[in-house]
């Protein structure tokens, strides 16, 4: 099977580095991976915690990064000021429409509450079919172990379909993973699934 990486991705991640240095490091070889394959970075356009972290080495490694941000964070203390594109934006949900637009796939790196809401709105628009675009989950230290068993358990209580599973790329390697995104082939769900899961419910 043909790789084809896209060649942008939007990239989820924290306004905090956490506790555990491992996670910058493997933020900054996702960015580094993805400049040298000429992968372009879109992302929320701050300059602190794992974000800056992406960003920061995506350009001292010859990138491209776009960054959006909404005016209420576009504080110097928060802006990323070198970035190759910045849009600002009236409001967050401005913010994460114009970055699913510019981008062709999506990454989630270790996060807080921002990361995994967006993350999820991405996941919730490829199930109603608005998008067909790789998500990947970048995933050191089993950092997602809560949220894959918690998808396990919508499946298994008849929330969620077994597809949605398909919906995502689970990796604990950057390299794996964007290789993996190269290759992916998105289930084949309906565009909207008025049918209650169960047959039985009516």
């Known amino acids: 099977m043909s790789t084809c990486l896209p060649r942008r991705i939007c990239a989820f991640c924290g306004s ?69 594109e910045l849009h600002v934006v009236s409001s967050m949900h401005t913010r994460k429409a114009l ?3 510019l981008a062709d796939g ?23 079919g608005l998008h ?4 990947g989950l970048l995933n050191p230290r089993n950092y997602f172990e809560g949220f894959l068993m918690q998808v ?6 008849g929330f969620c379909r077994p597809e949605h599973r398909e919906l995502f790329v689970v990796d604990d390697d950057p390299m794996r993973l964007l290789s993996r995104m190269g290759t992916y082939q998105p289930p084949l769900l309906p565009k909207w699934v008025p049918a209650p899961l169960r047959e039985d419910v009516t």
């Open 16 to 84: 905090s580095t956490g506790h555990d240095p491992r996670d910058a490091e493997f933020a900054a070889t996702f960015a580094r991976l993805c400049v040298g394959q000429g992968t372009e970075i879109v992302y929320g356009g701050g300059s602190v915690g794992l974000m800056g972290v992406v960003a920061d080495t995506a350009l001292a490694a010859g990138g491209k990064v776009i960054g959006v941000i909404p005016e209420f964070l576009a504080t110097r203390e928060l802006l990323h000021e070198g970035l190759t």
């Open 132 to 135: 067909r675009k790789p998500v």
């Open 99 to 101: 970055m699913a637009d």
């Open 106 to 128: 999506f990454v989630a790196l270790p996060g807080g509450l921002g990361t995994f809401e967006e993350l999820f709105e991405v996941l919730t628009w490829a199930q109603l």
């Open 152 to 157: 396990d358990r919508a499946i298994s209580d």
